[in-house]
């Protein structure tokens, strides 16, 4: 994602951009559920994630070289892998990781949520503001989330507890180092992170996982791990590392409660899912917690006019676009 790029398809203002770039996270990641159950039929997880992230900081890296961008320097090098090996190689494979240990799909949902939260902490003792409206839609989206999880399984094992609650939790380190350490240019700096964490990745592989099946894999696998390739990593995650550099944080992961609801719609329309109605209580806050991020700074505003000695605390830190 770059300026560029949005300005070849006519979207020039920040709003706009960060309009598309939500749009792209929302959407797409939210298929990326079905598509990684497809491809893990017959892939290995660790190989799966590996082999498209290496991929991927290949093309990305030969993509920023081709536009004139540098090669990092070590210190860049450096900072790229510690991004890379907490949101590639801990986060990414922590997930699949816990659903083999036996975390049910609901619960896994549910503690993916809570990735916004943490991001906003690190933030604040980072020094950033985070607007009360932005805590207040945090916590709206993961109790819409919560909800919407209903509609999956809950079973869980300790051992995928504990994984489970540990990817989001590296995933929000990672994206609060990619803000505040020293990055080469934006396409530079996303290769060199899914290089780094890829082959992270490809040695965990290599010491826990047959590569065989990935030789063996039907075209149906190919073709989901080719989504996951170029969909979900080289176009959304791109979008999502655009929206950490240019957003608030309580925006930026929004997907996250998002996400579950574009997955159950894929799910019911392409999977045969059958949904048992939770999902109707679940939008109302999903879709309250996203107006509270996108206009709380407009809300605040709005009721410190109207109601002063209540505003106050609201209004104060208020953040917009």
Do not use: C
Request: overall charge positive; glycine content about 12%; cysteine-free.
């Amino acid at each position: 994602m770059n300026t560029t790029f949005f300005n070849k398809f006519g979207f020039s203002s920040l709003q706009a951009r960060v309009a598309l770039a939500l749009l792209l996270v929302y959407i797409v990641w939210g298929t990326t559920y079905f598509a990684i159950g497809v491809a893990l039929r017959e892939m290995p997880p660790l190989w799966l994630n590996a082999s498209r992230f290496v991929v991927a900081g290949v093309l990305m890296m030969a993509w920023a070289r081709w536009r004139g961008e540098r090669l990092p320097t070590l210190r860049q090098w450096r900072n790229a892998a510690l991004v890379g090996a907490l949101m590639v190689f801990a986060s990414m494979n922590l997930i699949v990781l816990a659903q083999r240990a036996g975390i049910g799909s609901g619960l896994m949902a549910t503690v993916v949520t809570t990735m916004p939260m943490w991001l906003a902490l690190w933030m604040r003792l980072g020094g950033e503001r985070v607007s009360v409206t932005s805590w207040a839609g945090l916590a709206l989206g993961v109790a819409g989330a919560l909800l919407l999880a209903r509609e999956g399984d809950f079973s869980a094992t300790v051992a995928g507890g504990l994984m489970a609650f540990g990817a989001p939790l590296a995933w929000s380190l990672g994206s609060f180092a990619s803000r505040k350490l020293e990055q080469p240019a934006p396409a530079m700096a996303a290769g060199g992170q899914w290089l780094t964490g890829g082959l992270l990745g490809a040695a965990a592989a290599l010491a826990l996982e047959s590569p065989a099946p990935m030789a063996s894999a039907g075209a149906t696998a190919w073709l989901a791990w080719a989504y996951l390739l170029v969909m979900g990593t080289l176009v959304a995650l791109n979008a999502y590392l655009w929206l950490l550099q240019h957003t608030a944080p309580a925006l930026a992961g929004s997907y996250s409660f998002v996400n579950p609801a574009v997955a159950l719609l894929v799910g019911t329309l392409l999977g045969g899912e059958h949904l048992t109605g939770w999902v109707w209580a679940a939008l109302p806050l999903i879709f309250g917690a996203l107006a509270l991020i996108l206009y709380g700074g407009a809300l605040s505003r709005a009721l410190a006019s109207w109601w002063p000695g209540l505003a106050g605390p609201w209004a104060r830190g208020a953040r917009t676009l």
